[in-house]
């Protein structure tokens, strides 16, 4: 595996990352700079994931200080849903995975 990364890679990821900046404020209606709790719940949801309010917490929990998540938190909280949901048994893996989030 190359561990240099190419113009188009970074091109790629910048992309990506660019477009989790664009989400991540649009998502912070007040422009706090941070996520609250409610913001992230209306996020994930506008996501299409499902999660129950303890998974929410979980995740909350697991990805915020002082219950407010910071982009770089939101990016780390999106890349866990992401893997997540993955799994074609996400619905059960999730309920598990609140477990240790
Ligand atoms: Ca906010």
């Known amino acids: 595996m190359s561990c240099s ?3 188009n890679e970074f091109k790629e990821l910048w992309a ?3 477009g989790w ?3 991540f404020m649009s ?3 007040d422009m706090s700079g941070t996520v609250d709790p409610q913001e992230m719940g209306q996020a994930v949801s506008s996501m299409g994931y499902r999660l129950s ?3 929410m ?3 909350i929990k697991r990805y915020s200080s ?3 998540i910071s982009f770089d938190d939101y990016v780390a909280c999106s890349v866990k849903l992401r893997s997540l949901t993955v799994h074609p048994m996400h619905h059960e893996h999730l309920r598990e995975a609140s477990g240790f989030m």
């Open 21 to 23: 900046k664009q989400h």
């Open 27 to 29: 998502i912070d209606k």
């Open 57 to 59: 917490n979980c995740i």
């Open 66 to 68: 002082n219950g407010k």
């Open 5 to 7: 990364m190419g113009f």
């Open 53 to 55: 309010p303890q998974a």
């Open 16 to 18: 990506v990352l660019n």
